[in-house]
Each structure stands twice: as structure tokens, then as C-alpha cells.
């Protein structure tokens, strides 16, 4: 596959997140293809807050709008996790942690979560496309389409993907 794609002269980028066993005798098989492959790991999304219902949003500001200082990002990045991007204060980052982490315990908040996902959210990935590929430009559109699709996904909104899209 590499050298194929090599022979067209595509431009390609090859990342894996996990840490290969290298003591199989796969990995000594496939090794010169392999050490081609970048390491680039992913932040699991264990801190992540999904949101089940327009109700907990409400909830959510509510308590927002009674803690939050000046300089906190906006409800919005805060559970979204796009705060976690930014470049904010260690305080406020742990003060926003703590609100989360209050979020979490509150009842009528507890009754209405699902499992956490850990996989990266969208945002995280273009997070990740933005560290690992910063030779590329990400634009604002793109940026904006991310972020509302994590909206939906988070608020369970259905997201009608448009195949035209280029």
C-alpha cells in the first residue's frame, strides 16, 4: 500500500495513536513499513461531559452564570472541551474543573447522563490535526462545521452529513 501510494506521488501522512507490540512476529514482518508510521496520541476523553438533553444545558448555566469569574472561556468551550485548547490560566483551568466536576455529582444532572465515550470528540481530532499537521490550514468554515457537528453529536441532535461538501 505505501509503496503504491509512493509510485502515484500522493502526499500522505500516516499517524497511530496506540504503541505497537513490537515483539510479534508481525511487527518484525512489516518493520521497514511500520517505522514509517508516525506516533501521535490522542488525550483519551475521560474529562469529557456529554450532554443528554437541552435540560442539563439549562442546568448547566444556570450554575455557569453563578460561579464563572471574568476570565473563564465560555459555557459553550466549557462542555464542549474546546476550553481545554485554549491558552487559560492554571487557576481558572482547575476552577473549571471543579465546576465540572460538580456538574458531575449534582442528581438531577447524574440522572440524565449516558456512559462516557473516551474516544476523542471532533473537536478534539481537529485539535490533534492542528498539532500534528500544522502545515496545513485549517479554515474558519471548517472550524465552525466541526464544532457544530460536536454541538449536535453532544446535545443529540441528529446531523445530516452532506456528501457534496468539499
Known sequence: ?????????????????QPFDKTTEAH????????????????ANEKSLPMSSRNLTVLAKENYQSVAGPDWPSLEHILDNSYLEQDIDKD???????????LSQDPRFKSHTYQ??????????????????????????????????????????????????T
Open 92 to 102: 481558572i483551568a482547575s476552577e473549571v474543573q471543579k465546576f465540572l466536576d460538580y
Open 116 to 165: 462516557t465515550d473516551s474516544h476523542p470528540s471532533p473537536t478534539k481530532h481537529l485539535a490533534w490535526a492542528k498539532k500534528y499537521l500544522p502545515q496545513y490550514d485549517i479554515s474558519k468554515a471548517t472550524v465552525d462545521w466541526v464544532s457544530n457537528i460536536e454541538h449536535k453529536l453532544m446535545e443529540r441532535q441528529p446531523y445530516n452529513f452532506d456528501s457534496t461538501l
Open 28 to 43: 518484525a514482518l512489516y518493520a521497514s513499513m511500520f517505522d514509517e508510521i508516525k506516533f501521535a496520541p490522542f488525550d
Open 1 to 17: 500500500m505505501l509503496h503504491m501510494l509512493q509510485n502515484l506521488k500522493v502526499t500522505y501522512h500516516m499517524f497511530h495513536w
